[in-house]
């Protein structure tokens, strides 16, 4: 196998391997000895679900954290020596909504290859999903927190959305899902649409889009406890 930095997608949430990731990602994985990961733990435990037999103990792991861009060039000297090494992230994509974009923004400056591999992406899947514009859509990370703030942020994404017809994505943290929601439907006018994605490809996914009017006349699921993405539509 070709050296590279090999992005390595990860399930959302238990969903099986299978149903998901294809044979070929099992294929590439088990030639890798080098990895830069979120969180060894849980990578550790994503390449045990992958493959039982896969040898942990011979590989090395470097851990990405807020403070880690300086040790980003030691994560790629294998690639100097011809051997590959894989990017994993906690949950979808590597590098989409993630710190492992810094580990392949040097590599590409360096001149290494760079392979993704293909994988779920929460936020491609519930645009998929939503009905809203698939030809212009935005991610926007998470929202401010305090109520103020966050209703600011939430018109001026549903400003965006109707001048220029551009879906916009926002996340949040799951105990606060429902604050969120809650927020959406007193700032957001009552022909906005709003999509709610939770738990997608897992056993709890619901996917729903409604007018903000239509929303008030029904009640969202209890999603304290699963992740969703929120999508803001024309």
Not at 164 to 173: M, P, S, V, Y
Not at 188 to 197: D, G, S
Request: aromatic share 8%; proline share 7%; glycine share 6%.
């Amino acid at each position: 196998m070709e050296a590279a930095l090999y992005l390595i997608p990860v399930t959302l949430g238990d969903t099986p391997h299978e149903r998901v990731l294809p044979a070929w990602n099992r294929e590439v994985v088990s030639e890798i000895r080098h990895f830069v990961v979120e969180e060894i733990r849980t990578a550790r435990r994503f390449l045990r679900r992958m493959d039982r037999e896969f040898p942990i103990d011979d590989c090395r792991f470097y851990e990405m954290g807020k403070h880690a861009e300086g040790q980003f060039s030691e994560c790629l000297r294998p690639l100097a020596e011809g051997q590959s090494v894989g990017v994993i992230s906690e949950a979808g994509c590597p590098a989409v909504a993630d710190p492992g974009a810094l580990v392949v923004a040097l590599a590409q400056q360096r001149g290494y290859r760079v392979v993704p591999l293909v994988g779920p992406s929460s936020m491609i899947l519930a645009v998929m999903a939503s009905g809203l514009n698939g030809q212009s859509f935005a991610f926007n990370g998470y929202l401010p927190v305090p109520p103020d703030e966050r209703a600011w942020r939430l018109k001026a994404l549903e400003s965006r959305a109707w001048n220029e017809g551009q879906t916009q994505l926002f996340i949040e943290t799951p105990y606060r899902n429902k604050k969120m929601f809650d927020a959406a439907l007193q700032h957001l006018r009552p022909q906005t649409r709003l999509c709610v994605a939770a738990g997608i490809t897992t056993p709890d996914e619901w996917i729903r889009t409604k007018t903000i009017q239509a929303w008030k006349r029904d009640t969202l699921p209890d999603l304290s406890k699963v992740p969703a993405i929120f999508l803001i539509g024309k």
